[in-house]
């Protein structure tokens, strides 16, 4: 797949992307980033303007983010040549906050601000818009566990609901190995190693198929950090309609802490938990701090419905729209230009 990257996109590569092997200077964190977007709401800009000299001059003045680490990561165009060359060849796309198409749109909703600045990804992009449910658990995960977990994505896959998970060994490799074998669609948030990840075979296979896509918002090549691990676990939450526990250990681990997240959340999403004598105290914990038990389900048809009968939310559904990189600030005061499409 040729990769097309909208003028706003390479600009956020360019000062939030990790290219090649230079780690002469440090891309724009998550925070920096969004003082960056409000500056330019502020402004009446677009991340490409950025890609003008007068203009990013005084965006790292406005920002007071060092003007020549602006520079030079704006200037690592030649570096960006390469990367976007690589990722090309590997069968790897980059889309980023800015873009209307493709971009989760549920990111935007959901987390704000805290979207994810860029995503790379494989596979069909246009399974990014999201549904179904979010099955995580522990590595860790005994054999009644296991049973749950393969039934539970199964019943994903009869119903058409994609079943959403991160990749890891124990319930999420056990999740989307049964979802596909089911004939279902998985959509896999990677905390690291998304290229490797890739081209495993079975991976490959089911990408072929349109079965699957993986995303990430770290590099292609990331290796395993708990700080990344952490990071991807609302979004993994954010892309589902709801999330469903198999094990959790109490106040420990990334399950415990992803979960424990979403519901804390104001626009938290309904986390239902595995329950039963032989769980973790940690699915316990979970409901005692607002999940809700899954519910046997005898009826395989109609599990959304089944599910949504559950959920008693008060005030009115936020209608669907096509968000901009900007609508996740609420502080926007005046019109800014309308968005460039993809080609």
């Known amino acids: 797949m040729t990769t097309f990257l909208t003028n706003d996109t390479k600009a956020v590569i360019l000062l939030c992307g990790v290219l090649?092997?230079?780690?002469?200077?440090?891309?724009?964190?998550?925070?920096?980033?969004?003082?960056?977007?409000?500056?330019?709401i502020n402004n009446h800009m677009r991340p490409k303007d950025l890609l003008e000299q007068e203009n990013a001059v005084a965006a790292a003045t406005g920002t007071?983010?060092?003007p020549q680490r602006f520079s030079t990561l704006l200037g690592r165009g030649v570096q960006l040549g390469f990367a976007v060359e690589e990722w090309q060849r590997n069968g790897i796309w980059i889309i980023s906050r800015s873009d209307t198409d493709y971009y989760p749109v549920r990111y935007k909703r959901h987390l704000k601000d805290k979207a994810p600045p860029l995503l790379f990804g494989v596979g069909n992009r246009?399974?990014?818009?999201?549904?179904?449910?979010?099955?995580v658990g522990s590595r860790n995960v005994d054999a009644e566990g296991q049973a749950f977990t393969r039934e539970a994505a199964e019943l994903c896959a009869y119903n058409k609901m994609p079943v959403v998970s991160g990749g890891a060994r124990g319930?999420?490799?056990?999740?989307?190995?049964?979802?596909?074998?089911?004939?279902?669609?998985?959509?896999?948030?990677?905390?690291?190693?998304?290229l490797k990840k890739s081209i495993e075979k079975s991976a490959r296979k089911a990408i072929a198929k349109g079965q699957m896509v993986l995303i990430s918002p770290y590099h292609p090549n990331a290796r395993f950090m708990v700080g990344t691990a952490m990071g991807r676990n609302k979004l993994i939450y954010s892309l589902a309609d709801y999330g469903l526990v198999?094990?959790?250990?109490?106040?420990?681990?990334?399950?415990?802490?992803?979960?424990?997240?979403?519901?804390?959340?104001?626009?938290?999403?309904?986390?239902?938990?595995?329950?039963g004598t032989?769980?973790?105290l940690?699915?316990?914990?979970?409901?005692?701090?607002?999940?809700l038990e899954w519910p046997a389900i005898t009826i395989r048809e109609n599990l959304p419905q089944q599910l949504g009968e559950l959920v008693v939310k008060p005030g009115k559904p936020n209608k669907h729209k096509d968000l901009d990189l900007f609508d996740s600030f609420a502080t926007q005061k005046a019109p800014i230009?309308?968005?460039e499409k993809q080609t």
Do not use: C
Request: proline share 3%.
């Open 126 to 135: 246009s399974l990014l818009i999201g549904g179904g449910i979010a099955i």
């Open 337 to 339: 230009h309308e968005p």
């Open 246 to 275: 198999v094990n959790a250990e109490y106040n420990k681990g990334g399950t415990w802490a992803g979960a424990t997240e979403e519901l804390k959340r104001d626009n938290a999403l309904t986390v239902f938990v595995r329950s």
């Open 171 to 194: 319930v999420d490799q056990i999740a989307m190995t049964a979802a596909l074998d089911a004939g279902g669609i998985t959509i896999g948030v990677l905390a690291e190693n998304l």
């Open 20 to 40: 090649g092997n230079d780690r002469s200077v440090k891309p724009l964190a998550q925070k920096e980033y969004t003082l960056l977007v409000q500056w330019l």
């Open 282 to 291: 940690g699915n316990t914990k979970l409901l005692e701090a607002g999940a």
């Open 278 to 280: 032989n769980v973790p």
């Open 64 to 66: 007071k983010i060092d």
